[in-house]
């Protein structure tokens, strides 16, 4: 028996519909990016997704040969730079004892982006001034025994696909019923195309890689990741700091360095979005709506993943991978940033007073460059007391010291001390706690999670 095609003999058509594959590739682009942060998302691409045409543009430049730069003109950047887990500018790094100072990449980057979404604690009372919050996290480095492949997160995100993928069969099935071959066999290729697109792609693995060796007798590696608020304290050793410093995320790929697998499904996405602007006019109503039906529950999948913050989930993996605890990070709030210098320093300077290598005046000086007479003179003060010994730090200003200084000038720096005495004394009653994260012996090896 034959069915009636629904809408049959309606004036009414969906044409454009045939330019979906400009549309939502942004949100698959994002969505295709997290196929190496979940387990089994590669087994699970096979759904009519939208946005054909700038998945094909922008994969298609991973392919690397006359013949593919030819057909998808663009920087062949590697694999890792090209799915968002390299390329990101890291904060400046000043190591307090080895004087190392670099611009650091995409790993020290996503330190710093966690340390923003940590809840700080206060540690300090009412300022004399409070101008722009500040905050120092510490984080302590463990052991780094081993870097190889990086785990995983869990698979409860990637089963939603099953929704758009059971959407995306049922309306192929439906065309197939009225016998609508056009939109069949349009959204049957959309399932094939973008479940082999996600399965090659997903067979790439996710690396850990660092320098794994230093030079004998380094200084340990403890110094300050750098922005113009937040500034992370890392403790450790120097073969441990480098992995966030000069480390990066690899994605080591089949068929280096031309990646030809990559060229052929950006070949045929690029296929697809050519046939659906021509076979979409050609189809019923009813397939033109099944074919817009599988392209938007496609697209809200695609969104849902974009939503989830890949930069996010790479610092989790990245903590998961090095055993990072909870005992191991902590933030500390405070008021300004001249009280955030001291108290970063002072963590810097705990165990290294009588260290020669400790520069502390010209620490201080990297949240506070200001070269003022007053500024000038409360650096000296507390990089003083930064390397003195003595338990009780005294922010004492004599009489010569204050001599050619007016009025104001004198008062401004008894509030700069008084600020400074008070950041030192907030460190003091957090000392237990972090000097057990300087000597608690964590080791970090990666592991599947």
Same mark, same amino acid.
């Given at each position: 028996m034959h069915l009636q095609i629904p809408f049959h003999g309606s004036p009414f058509?969906?044409?454009?519909?045939? +330019?979906?594959?400009?549309?939502?590739?942004?949100?698959?682009?994002?969505?295709?990016?997290? +196929?190496?942060?979940?387990?089994?998302?590669?087994?699970?691409?096979?759904?009519?997704?939208?946005?054909?045409?700038?998945?094909?543009?922008?994969?298609?430049?991973?392919?690397?040969?006359?013949?593919?730069?030819?057909?998808?003109?663009?920087?062949?950047?590697?694999?890792?730079?090209?799915?968002?887990?390299?390329?990101?500018?890291?904060?400046?790094?000043?190591?307090?004892?080895?004087?190392?100072?670099?611009?650091?990449?995409?790993?020290?980057?996503?330190?710093?982006?966690?340390?923003?979404?940590?809840?700080?604690?206060?540690v300090q009372g009412k300022a004399s001034t409070e101008t722009l919050p500040a905050s120092v996290t510490v984080i302590r480095v463990g052991d780094v025994m081993d870097m190889d492949e990086v785990g995983m997160m869990s698979t409860h995100h990637a089963l939603l696909a099953t929704i758009p993928i059971t959407i995306s069969i049922m309306t192929c099935l439906s065309c197939a019923i009225f016998d609508d071959w056009y939109a069949f066999s349009l959204i049957l290729l959309g399932i094939i195309s973008?479940?082999?697109?996600?399965?090659?792609?997903?067979?790439?693995?996710?690396?850990l890689r660092g320098p794994k060796t230093v030079t004998p007798g380094v200084p340990p590696g403890d110094g300050l990741l750098l922005t113009p608020r937040d500034v992370v304290v890392l403790i450790g050793l120097e073969k441990d700091v480098n992995v966030i410093t000069k480390g990066h995320f690899l994605l080591s790929m089949h068929g280096k360095p031309e990646y030809r697998s990559v060229g052929l499904c950006s070949l045929l996405l690029l296929a697809q979005f050519l046939l659906q602007l021509?076979?979409?006019?050609?189809?019923?109503l009813f397939g033109q709506m099944m074919f817009l039906a599988s392209c938007a529950a496609s697209w +809200?999948?695609?969104?849902?993943?974009?939503?989830?913050?890949?930069?996010?989930?790479?610092?989790?993996?990245?903590?998961?991978a090095l055993q990072v605890e909870?005992?191991?990070?902590?933030?500390?709030?405070l008021h300004n940033r001249r009280s955030q210098a001291v108290f970063a320093c002072s963590i810097l300077s705990d165990g290294n007073e009588t260290n020669e290598d400790f520069d502390a005046e010209r620490m201080l000086s990297l949240f506070v460059p200001n070269k003022t007479r007053v500024w000038n003179l409360w650096r000296k003060k507390v990089a003083a007391q930064l390397k003195s010994a003595c338990p009780d730090k005294i922010f004492h200003v004599t009489a010569e010291e204050k001599e050619g200084l007016c009025e104001e000038q004198s008062t401004l720096l008894e509030t700069f001390l008084d600020d400074a005495d008070r950041a030192i004394k907030a460190y003091y009653e957090h000392a237990r706690y972090l000097c057990s994260i300087r000597n608690s012996p964590i080791r970090w090896e990666p592991k599947d999670v």
């Open positions: 058509t969906l044409d454009p519909a045939g +330019v979906a594959g400009f549309f939502g590739g942004d949100e698959t682009l994002s969505a295709m990016g997290t +196929v190496h942060l979940y387990r089994g998302r590669r087994w699970l691409g096979w759904y009519n997704s939208p946005g054909s045409y700038t998945v094909a543009k922008r994969y298609g430049q991973l392919a690397n040969s006359r013949f593919w730069d030819g057909l998808f003109p663009g920087p062949n950047s590697e694999p890792a730079e090209t799915f968002g887990l390299d390329g990101k500018a890291g904060p400046r790094y000043v190591a307090s004892l080895s004087g190392t100072d670099m611009a650091t990449g995409h790993l020290a980057y996503l330190t710093i982006q966690m340390s923003k979404e940590l809840e700080g604690m206060a973008s479940g082999i697109t996600c399965f090659v792609i997903g067979t790439a693995r996710l690396h021509l076979l979409i006019p050609q189809a019923t +809200v999948y695609n969104s849902f993943l974009s939503s989830l913050e890949s930069e996010k989930i790479q610092g989790d993996l990245l903590c998961k909870d005992h191991a990070i902590q933030k500390y709030c």
